[in-house]
């Protein structure tokens, strides 16, 4: 009976090291693709990063030298105007879709809209920015550029809102409205606080991604030479100088867009990273402050 015992449990403990290091393996070739692209844009790249990438306008046609400031700074502002436009609807919209009436009309008409949204090709969304702005003021824009990418980050932030707020539990809302209060206060005081971790996440992925698009800004804000930051203006971004610099004969130009590609990857995990300094900042100061007192109480 012993034996019988001790082989079970030896037989358990195999099964439990095995799917571990099936899980171990899982999660390195998820990161390998990841880690290959940093370095080998890096490799690419890596010449062209200097003061004056960062600070310095491109050249004219044939000459060696220049920078993309113009177009790391475009990048920024119209990230900026799409997330200005998209968070607060897809935000309001998630709230909607989790906590009212969720066997309604409206809630499934919405809901259809949001999976829809998500799958139509960047293109597509592209086109008609192109088609709503562009045509109408005779010219490509900013604002049309922030248009386009604020219908690709509205779907992901209404969907992550709704998926987050499904986590609470609903005891949290009765308690609330056991007390008395109303149950707009209920949402916006309590559950929608608590999910802030999840819901600040879903918005800085829906950024994330966004800040890559290049076919929308194709047909929207276009691309520019030179600095500006006039919304009715064409407006430089990274994604379409890399794709302009790319496909160019001149080496010195696709040379900057390896450098460029890797600025924009440095900028999206820059964004995730700090999305998640944000949301452990008391995690990183307990552990700041536990590694302080372990170095001092090595000096002593």
């Known amino acids: 009976m012993m034996i019988e015992t001790t082989n079970y449990y030896r037989w358990r403990k195999f099964k439990n090291r095995f ?13 390998t693709p990841i880690l290959l692209i940093v370095q080998y844009t890096f490799v690419k790249g890596a010449g062209s990063l200097n003061l004056d990438f960062f600070t310095n306008l491109p050249k ?24 200005a436009i998209a968070v607060p609807i897809g935000i ?41 702005l562009v045509v109408p003021m005779k010219s490509f824009n900013a604002m049309a550029g922030g248009v386009a990418l604020s219908i690709i980050i509205l779907p992901i932030v209404t969907r992550a809102t709704e998926e987050i707020l499904k986590l609470v539990p609903d005891h949290i809302r009765e308690a609330g409205l056991a007390l008395g209060i109303p149950r707009w206060k209920v949402i916006f005081m309590i559950v929608v606080p608590g999910s802030f971790k999840g819901i600040f996440t879903g918005v800085m992925l829906a950024i994330s991604r966004a800040a890559g698009e290049t076919a929308p800004l194709l047909f929207t804000a276009f691309g520019n030479m030179y600095m ?73």
């Open 228 to 300: 500006s930051y006039r919304i009715d203006q064409p407006m430089a971004s990274l994604p379409v100088q890399i794709y302009n610099y790319a496909i160019s004969p001149f080496e010195d130009w696709q040379r900057q867009a390896w450098g460029g590609a890797f600025v924009l990857i440095i900028i999206v995990l820059g964004i995730n990273l700090t999305s998640r300094a944000i949301i452990n900042r008391n995690e990183l100061i307990n552990f700041f402050s536990e590694l302080k007192k372990k170095l001092n109480s090595k000096k002593a």
């Open 60 to 83: 004219p046609v044939g000459e060696v030298g220049g920078g993309m400031r113009h177009a790391i700074l475009g990048t920024l502002y119209l990230v900026a105007i799409g997330a």
């Open 92 to 132: 309001m919209a998630g709230i909607y879709l989790a906590e009212f009436d969720k066997k309604s009309a409206l809630s499934r008409i919405l809901s259809f809209a949001i999976d829809l949204l998500t799958g139509v090709p960047s293109i597509i969304v592209g086109i008609f920015a192109y088609i709503l």
């Open 19 to 31: 799917f571990q290091f099936l899980l171990i393996m899982a999660a390195i070739a998820v990161l």
